[in-house]
T-cell receptor, first 112, second 113 residues
């Protein structure tokens, strides 16, 4: 069974600092990995999707890396802003059954 | 393009009552998912539909939860009777096909008293 862990559970940084969010997974037989953002009381918004054959994806200030063999992904957010405050969830899709397994998320607070 | 729609947004019921949630996926999306997200946890898949057929319902508590997607478009999730531990956000998502990016609705927050 795929287990997804996100560390830390919560993070507070001053505006302008770079954010580093970690995700680890136990089964390396993945189809893809996705990072989501969730604002309080809202659904999930997809930020980046990395296919198993890729090593990274970039979108604006966001960059996500994937090391499938070691079971790790990292989401980098450059020059954080108060609007980046949210919970960030990592989700891994298994290659055998396409099931999506989520981590518990990292709650980020960016202080103005 | 309209996103995934869910209703109601909030629901408060007493234990042993029944409740139903509705989801309308993005037009043309064949795959529809229902997730349960308990506070402080990531979403857990309850059931996955491919068109109007069930692909995976292994984590659906079938003694009290049921779901249907009769015409392969919108879907309903029902809980009967509700328990305190069912308090959670119920998220609906859809994707073009299995393995494609999932798009999530805003969720329904259920509180069972």
């Amino acid at each position: 069974k795929q287990e997804v862990t996100q560390i830390p559970a919560a993070l507070s940084v001053p505006e302008g600092e770079n954010l580093v969010l970690n995700c680890s997974f136990t089964d390396s037989a993945i189809y893809n990995l996705q990072w989501f953002r969730q604002d309080p009381g809202k659904g999930l918004t997809s930020l980046l999707l990395i296919q198993s054959s890729q090593r990274e994806q970039t979108s604006g200030r966001l960059n996500a890396s994937l090391d499938k063999s070691s079971g790790r992904s990292t989401l980098y957010i450059a020059a954080s802003q108060p609007g980046d405050s949210a919970t960030y969830l990592c989700a891994v899709r298994n290659s055998n059954d396409y099931k999506l397994s989520f981590g518990a998320g990292t709650t980020v607070t960016v202080r103005a | 393009e309209a996103g995934v729609a869910q209703s109601p947004r909030y629901k408060i019921i007493e234990k042993r009552q029944s409740v139903a949630f509705w989801c309308n996926p993005i037009s043309g999306h064949a795959t529809l998912y229902w997730y349960q997200q308990i506070l402080g946890q990531g979403p857990k898949l309850l059931i996955q539909f491919q068109n109007n057929g069930v692909v995976d319902d292994s984590q659906l508590p079938k003694d009290r939860f049921s779901a249907e997607r009769l015409k392969g478009v919108d879907s309903t999730l029902k809980i009967q009777p509700a328990k305190l531990e069912d308090s959670a956000v119920y998220l609906c998502a859809s994707s073009l096909d299995q393995g494609d990016t999932q798009y999530f609705g805003p969720g329904t927050r259920l509180t069972v008293l």
